[in-house]
């Protein structure tokens, strides 16, 4: 079976394609009309749909629309807000309006397509389709927390063998991601999208206000919880423009953090209750929320906990073409690597240098003469091979530096227009990584935070945060042999077997997908050198 998914309600828009059970191609929106997130996330934004990225997926798997089985759209109208005054619920009826006319839309921008091929798919259903049969266990328990779906925050469940129960469900107005959307937007930051930025704020500051917040968010004992309105103010005043943030803001951040990590934590040792399993596999957007998976992970009753990579509204364009694909009949295969957007034959990337007009070398091995820039304090913008599906950078579109310079986090903030409170994080191959980090292992995809060793703390002072903590990437060299050979020549040279790794980005951007971003991110940052593909371009004068 050919199956395309396609999320295209709330933010992140973004397109999958499964062929034979296989996770073919996966990328969002905003890698290709470089607008954050895609688009915002407001009803009347629904109609808008990742045709880009829809197109290049059939296009990566050598398919046209019409030979499509089915497209999976990862809501269900169904279950939306129906009114014949469309503005109604703060405009709802209209989504719910837009999402039913989705198969006239996509029949638009992807010729050949038949509409009565598209099925919904309860986003939540998504969700957890995206974390359960993309997981390496064919069973598991499944927990699923974002801002909303159709009607509801939240799902519980139990995978086996592709099948899914659910077990409980949380209907609005109570949201965890919604909780943690209003006091993003309270600390002055973008709402459905600057929420990481209240986590790492959060090391800052002490949970003073956590007794106050422990009887706004209660858990309801089963599965679901409760969350009253906050006046906010009572804490710390909102933060507008040009203003700073005092010790009372990152004490309401800490309180928040600390309470969502507690009732995270309460509601998966109750589904543990229910299934008795080994493995939580999660999804949705607070999954994204490192330091929460790690508290659960330390402290839950779960002896593995994997979540998504694309955990945010992304994911359930691939969790509906999984979702879909199984139900036609396909066996899945567990999702393997994050690395599933585009890529470029080195023949094209030189064209794009030399039309570019920018000096380059071609060194016997791109991944030794980055690491000796490395070596020498110099940060390099790595693009190579497919990029990666999700928030994160993984060694594909990356800003790489030297861990041992503790002004390299302040440098590469300043590199990229952030605030100065946000961590860097280190990538490190597996088999080293327990030596230096204490916290889940492996860790391909930056999900989890981990203490970094004392012992260790003083030689690589660029990544851990604040709170002794670092947000790691585990290197596979079977999965990530460059990326590991990277690390293995700047070990050799330095006796560190870690590098900084940020997203290959500016403050506002989305990350770099394409040569021509990655030139532009160059010519306009204060970066030493750029490894596209096999070629190195050095920072001239």
């Known amino acids: 079976m050919r199956v395309l998914g396609i999320n295209g309600v709330f933010h992140d828009p973004a397109a999958a394609l499964v062929v034979d059970g296989v996770i073919v191609a996966a990328a969002e929106e905003e890698r290709f009309s470089r607008r954050k997130h895609g688009k915002s996330p407001v009803p009347f934004s629904t109609w808008e749909l990742p045709e880009h990225a829809a197109t290049w997926c059939l296009a990566r798997g050598g398919i046209v629309a019409a030979d499509l089985d089915a497209v999976a759209y990862s809501y269900d109208p169904r279950l939306g807000a129906r009114s014949a005054d469309v503005t109604a619920e703060n405009w709802e009826p209209l989504r719910t309006l837009y999402v039913e006319r989705a198969p006239r839309f996509l029949k638009t921008v992807l010729p050949g397509l038949d509409p009565a091929r598209v099925q919904f798919l309860p986003h939540h259903v998504a ?65 459905s999208s600057d929420e990481y930025k209240v986590m790492a704020l959060a090391a800052y500051g002490r949970p003073r206000f956590l007794a106050a917040l422990r009887d706004a968010v209660r858990v309801t004992g089963d599965g679901g919880f409760t969350v009253a309105p906050v006046d906010w103010t009572r804490f710390a005043p909102a933060v507008g423009g040009g203003e700073t943030w005092t010790d009372a803001h990152a004490d309401l951040a800490a309180s928040v953090q600390t309470r969502l990590q507690e009732v995270v934590l309460d509601l998966a040792r109750w589904l543990h209750e229910q299934t008795g399993d080994r493995a939580l596999t999660m999804a949705g957007g607070v999954a994204l929320n490192c330091v929460a998976n790690s508290y659960v992970a330390e402290h839950g009753p779960f002896g593995h906990v994997w979540v998504q990579p694309a955990a945010g509204d992304a994911g359930t364009a691939l969790g509906a073409a999984l979702f879909v694909a199984q139900r036609l009949g396909d066996p899945i295969t567990p999702m393997a690597t994050a690395a599933l957007g585009r890529e470029w034959p080195d023949a094209v990337l030189r064209e794009w240098l030399d039309t570019a007009a920018v000096a380059y070398d071609t060194p016997h091995d791109i991944a030794d003469a980055v690491a000796a820039i490395l070596a020498d304090n110099g940060v390099v913008a790595w693009f190579q091979g497919r990029s990666e599906y999700g928030p ?33 994080a280190p990538m490190v191959r597996l088999e080293r990584a327990a030596e230096i980090f204490d916290g889940p292992l492996p860790s391909p995809y930056m999900l989890f935070t981990h203490r970094v060793r004392e012992r260790w703390r003083d030689r690589i002072p660029a990544v851990v945060h604040v709170d002794g903590t670092a947000r790691i990437q585990s290197v596979d060299a079977v999965q990530e042999p460059l990326v590991a050979r990277m690390l293995e020549a700047f070990e050799r040279r330095t006796g560190l077997p870690v590098v900084v790794n940020t997203s290959l980005n500016t403050a506002g951007r989305p990350m770099v997908d394409d040569p021509r971003d990655a030139l532009e991110c160059f010519g306009s940052a204060p970066v030493d050198a750029l490894a596209i593909g096999p070629f190195l371009v050095r920072r001239r004068g």
Request: aromatic letters at 6%.
């Open 127 to 191: 969700h957890a389709a995206s974390a359960y049969l993309a997981a390496p266990w064919p069973t598991s328990s499944v927990l699923v927390l974002d801002g909303r779906g159709e009607r509801a925050s939240h799902l519980a469940g139990r995978a086996v063998d592709g099948g899914l129960k659910i077990l409980a469900t949380q209907e609005l107005p109570h949201s965890l991601g919604l909780m943690y959307e209003e006091v993003t937007a309270h600390l002055g930051f973008k709402r």
């Open 392 to 424: 994160r950078a993984l060694g594909h579109r990356s800003l790489l530096a030297n861990p041992s310079h503790p002004d390299n986090l302040r440098r590469l903030n300043d590199i990229k227009g952030r605030e100065q409170f946000r961590p860097v």
